[in-house]
């Protein structure tokens, strides 16, 4: 019988257990005869590094002092992983590498897939399957963030669990015979020892975002959507026997989100999750939410604009987002907000709007996470750049991830310029913050409060 190793590779933030192989291995589990292992070498190298922070967020009783110890952890983790993908890139191995190679060659494996979501796990993933080649041992590679220069070192890539099953069985396997609704198993880790006070299992309720139209996004790909059966999420959720949960779907649809929240009150659990502020959050539907224990949204607002909004083709308008907000806060919700700042034609009065719309609904607004606009190859705006003034695009190749992407725009701000408008106006948005700035960096932890 095979072994198979599910293997996620370093450097991401270790906030909670990593939903792409306890996925991965669950359905293998489920539809075939295979040895199966998962191995967290991200969680292993932090923990190895950085113990004293482990223990720092295993204690929630020191809040106080969390932007000054998590601006310290960011700043000295970052540190670690720029110069660790420096030593990789030169052909030199990264620290702690020779311990986390014998993690993997003690489980003896003969296939080793690796996760890739993130595109920061590259490197040490790149290092890793050059050395497990020396060992004859077979590696495997899929997720979102595989790249042209893991695939020429990586014998196989895969897209989805499904080609991981055929691949195995060494035959197209009939759909027929396939059990998709297995149940994520996460009492193959030791949740306590992730970087929160109390563990927060991630769920995944869906394939993709139902809504597909964002012009800047790429994540829902060419990935079909369908919802994953309520019995399977329930399962979940109380074989994990935990308490706190993040929902790690970009967007739910609010019926689909009240048939969620209608298996989860019974079950005296707390969660989060990623919307899209409409106007069918009405305070009803809101405050249903929040008694099934949804106790905090990260709302994609993204702009403050009307003309910015509609370009973006977010579905929504300000007059909504604020209503949304304001009803969500009423019922007992944390509000975070995503807010994308100089996206194509977005001008200086429109960056000063969504400034002044913050500063407007600053009481029904809990945390602000600001990002800056990235073009991304397979978004509607890479593909069609003329229809928001994009004059040019620039890539500059990388060694080991995909090209930097620049552009020139002919309206609205320059990059230069939204940089230094967002320097200009991080004051102002730090003091409409009610929690740590630095929780941006650990969403987890605003469930433990």
């Known amino acids: 019988m095979k072994k198979v190793l599910l293997v996620y590779a370093p450097f991401c933030t270790p906030a909670s257990p990593p939903y792409s192989i306890t996925q991965l291995y669950s359905f293998l589990k489920g539809n075939c005869k295979v040895d199966v292992s998962v191995l967290d070498l991200n969680l292993e190298f932090h923990n190895l590094k950085f113990s004293e922070y482990q223990q720092y967020y295993h204690n929630s009783t020191k809040w106080q002092e969390y932007n000054k110890i998590t601006t310290e952890y960011r ?13 990789i890139v030169k052909g ?35 290092s890793l399957i050059k050395e497990l080649t020396k060992f004859d041992i077979t590696t495997v590679i899929g997720g979102p963030a595989i ?20 691949y195995l069985k060494g035959k197209d396997v009939n759909h027929d015979e396939i059990n998709f609704n297995t149940v994520p198993d996460f009492s193959i880790y030791n949740v306590k020892d992730y ?54 779907d970009d967007m739910i649809p609010s019926k ?25 959050f009405d305070h009803k539907t809101l405050k249903t ?99 928001f003034g994009i004059t040019k695009i620039i890539e500059e190749e990388r060694t080991v991830l995909d090209p930097r992407i620049r552009y020139e725009t002919s309206i609205g701000l320059s990059q230069k310029e939204v940089r230094s408008f967002v320097k200009k106006y991080k004051h102002t948005i730090d003091t409409i913050n009610k929690y740590p700035r630095m929780m941006n960096y650990f969403r987890e932890h605003m469930l433990c409060l």
């Open 75 to 87: 700043n000295v983790t970052s540190k670690v992983y720029s110069d660790n993908n420096t030593l």
């Open 92 to 126: 030199e191995k990264p620290e702690l590498f020779e311990e986390l190679v014998q993690k993997i060659k003690d489980q003896k494996p003969d296939i080793v897939a690796f996760s890739i979501v993130y595109s920061s796990q590259a490197f040490y993933a790149y």
């Open 147 to 166: 790249n042209d220069k893991l695939m020429s070192v990586a014998d196989t890539t895969l897209q989805n669990e499904l080609e991981l099953l055929n």
């Open 195 to 248: 970087y929160t006070p109390q563990p927060v299992i991630p769920i995944r309720t869906s394939s993709t975002c139902y809504y597909k139209q964002c012009t800047f996004c790429s994540h829902f790909s060419t990935v079909p959507y369908h919802e994953f059966s309520l019995d399977v999420i329930k399962k979940t959720i109380i074989n994990s026997n935990q308490k706190k949960f993040f929902i790690i």
């Open 256 to 280: 689909r989100l009240l048939d969620i929240a209608a298996i989860l009150k019974p079950l005296g659990v707390q969660w989060t999750c990623q919307l899209k502020p409409t106007a069918d």
């Open 289 to 387: 939410l929040h008694e099934s224990g949804l106790t905090m949204i990260i709302w994609g607002v993204e702009s403050g604009s009307d003309r910015v909004l509609q370009v973006m083709k977010k579905g929504t308008i300000k007059k909504y987002v604020e209503t949304v907000l304001k009803n969500s806060h009423n019922v007992g919700i944390k509000n975070v907000v995503y807010i994308m700042f100089g996206f194509p034609t977005e001008t200086e009065n429109e960056f000063i709007e969504t400034i002044d719309f913050l500063e407007k609904n600053k009481m029904n607004i809990d945390l602000i996470s600001t990002s800056i606009f990235g073009l991304q190859k397979g978004t509607y705006i890479y593909t069609n750049p003329e229809e």
